[in-house]
């Protein structure tokens, strides 16, 4: 299933327009001329193993190694991750501004995959979660935390939605 935002991403390799590919989990842009695919690092820490994406991430910011290619959305030169024997040694494209990963044809297959149990459990975690906490609705003046400690967009866009 596809769809259109609206927002025209061009492949690295080819400069065709990817097209928006809604999967289970997330979206993937894909380019089916060359077959490459850009990912949110949101949705591979969902999919696979959040540590090692996590490592690829910081590895490419510790790094700082420009390439030619550019990002899909925002055309900037990405950043180039060397991965070890885990992901078999290929050579990934990170754009750190877009938080996306791009993988050339068959790149994105050597990535391990979590088991469906796990990601449907990641997904469910991920999920704002209902609060009694907001505009003064319980004692104390935490309104956007949902139980995990932090403060994050979802907590702000479910007080927005309560208060419209």
């Known amino acids: 299933m596809s769809g259109d935002s609206g927002v025209k ?15 289970k989990h997330g979206v ?23 540590k090692l994406i996590s490592q690829i991430w910081v590895k ?23 991965t070890g024997p885990q992901l078999g040694s290929v050579e990934l494209d990170i ?5 996306f990963i791009w993988f050339d044809n068959s790149e994105l297959e050597k990535v ?3 088991s469906e ?7 469910a975690d991920s999920r704002p979660k209902p609060s009694s906490t907001y505009a003064g609705g319980a ?3 935490d309104y956007f935390d949902d139980d995990d400690g932090v403060f ?13």
């Open 9 to 23: 991403h061009l492949c690295p390799n080819c400069n065709t327009k990817l097209e928006n590919v809604q999967t």
């Open 28 to 50: 993937v842009w894909s380019c089916f001329s060359c077959k490459g695919r850009a990912i949110g690092v949101g949705l591979l820490q969902k999919i696979s193993d959040p």
């Open 60 to 82: 490419a910011q510790a790094e700082k190694r420009a390439v030619g290619k550019s990002c899909p959305s925002c055309r900037r030169p990405m950043l180039v991750v060397a």
């Open 95 to 99: 754009c750190h501004r877009c938080f």
């Open 112 to 114: 391990p995959r979590a």
């Open 117 to 123: 149990a796990e990601i449907e459990k990641r997904t």
């Open 139 to 141: 004692a104390g003046n």
């Open 152 to 164: 994050d967009i979802a907590d702000l866009l479910m007080s927005w939605l309560r208060w419209r």
